[in-house]
C-alpha cells in the first residue's frame, strides 16, 4: 500500500444496534443506535449519519481547493447531505447519496456546475463511492 498522508484510527464494540465508537485521539465518541425507523431507538448516532457527514465535509474542502485552484471562492459552500440504506433485493442493503450544494459565491450555472463535476472528482469520497453506489449531485438548486 502506498504511505499515506494521515490515517484515521477509530475502535467500536457493539455494532450499529447498541455500539459505542471512539476515535483514537478520543475527540470523536459516539453511541451507536438504530434509527427509529429500523426498529430502534434512536437514542444515538448511526453509520450512515456519520457516512453523511463526513461525505459533505470531505466534498466541501474539495470544492474550496478546486475553486482556489480556479482562482474562484468556493469555500463558503453549504451542503446538505442525504446517504439512504436501500434494500438491495437479495436480503442485504446498499447505500444512495445525494449532495444538495449551495455556492452562495458563484451564481453563474454553468460555473457552479463545473466546480462542482471537478470536486466530485476529486474528493477521496467520491473516488471511494464512484461505482458502487449512486451519488446524485444537486448544485444552487439544479440537479446535474
Do not use: W
Not at 451507536?32 to 474542502?61: S, W
Not at 437479495?90 to 455556492?103: H, S
Amino acid at each position: 500500500m502506498v504511505k499515506a498522508l494521515y490515517t484515521a484510527r477509530a475502535h467500536v464494540a457493539g455494532g450499529r444496534a447498541d455500539g459505542h465508537g471512539r476515535t483514537e485521539d478520543g475527540r470523536l465518541e459516539v453511541n451507536l443506535r438504530q434509527p427509529k425507523e429500523l426498529g430502534g431507538d434512536g437514542d444515538g448516532a448511526n453509520p450512515e449519519q456519520l457516512f453523511a457527514i463526513g461525505y459533505a465535509a470531505c466534498f466541501a474542502a474539495s470544492l474550496a481547493l478546486v475553486g482556489q485552484r480556479k482562482q474562484l471562492r468556493a469555500d463558503d459552500a453549504a451542503i446538505d447531505s442525504k446517504v439512504m440504506l436501500i434494500p438491495a433485493g437479495n436480503g442485504g442493503f446498499k447505500l444512495g447519496v445525494e449532495l444538495d450544494i449551495t455556492l452562495p459565491s458563484i451564481t453563474e450555472p454553468a460555473l457552479a456546475t463545473g466546480l462542482v463535476e471537478v470536486a466530485h472528482q476529486v474528493c477521496p469520497y467520491s473516488n471511494a463511492t464512484r461505482g458502487n453506489i449512486e451519488v446524485a449531485l444537486v448544485v444552487n438548486g439544479t440537479p446535474l
